[in-house]
């Protein structure tokens, strides 16, 4: 069974930092892309970042324009790790945020349970 178990959420002043660590176990699947989403109160859930690799391409990174500059992903597709460094954070970055992974072979996501970022003085 494949479990994805996140950790590093906790509560952070406006301008702090936190960092994101997502690791699958329980399969030999092949992760094509490994991510971020959050979701706020109230809010539909949204892509934050993610790497894929595939076609000659190794942990490419690629981010939601509202975390450019502020968020760097990282980790390993073929290690079934991925993190997120959240600096210079916001109010507005308080959410839940959901690590997942994609097997394109079989277009299936998988997902965390979830860890919560709050921002807040």
């Known amino acids: 069974q494949v479990r994805l178990v996140e950790s590093g959420g906790s509560l952070v002043q406006p301008g702090g930092s936190l960092r994101l660590s997502c690791a699958a176990s329980?399969?030999?699947?092949?992760?094509?892309?490994m991510g971020w989403y959050r979701q706020a109160p109230g809010k539909q859930r949204e892509l934050v970042a993610q790497?894929?690799?595939?076609?000659?391409?190794?942990?490419?990174?690629n981010y939601a324009d509202f975390v450019k500059g502020r968020f760097t992903v990282s980790g390993d597709t073929a290690k079934n790790t991925v993190y997120l460094q959240m600096n210079n954070l916001k109010p507005e970055d308080t959410a839940l945020y959901y690590c997942?992974?994609?097997?394109?072979?079989?277009?299936?996501?998988?997902w965390g349970q979830g860890t919560q970022v709050t921002v807040s003085s």
């Open positions: 790497i894929t690799s595939g076609g000659g391409i190794t942990n490419y990174a």
């Open positions: 329980g399969t030999s699947l092949r992760f094509s892309t």
């Open positions: 997942y992974a994609f097997v394109q072979a079989t277009h299936y996501n998988y």
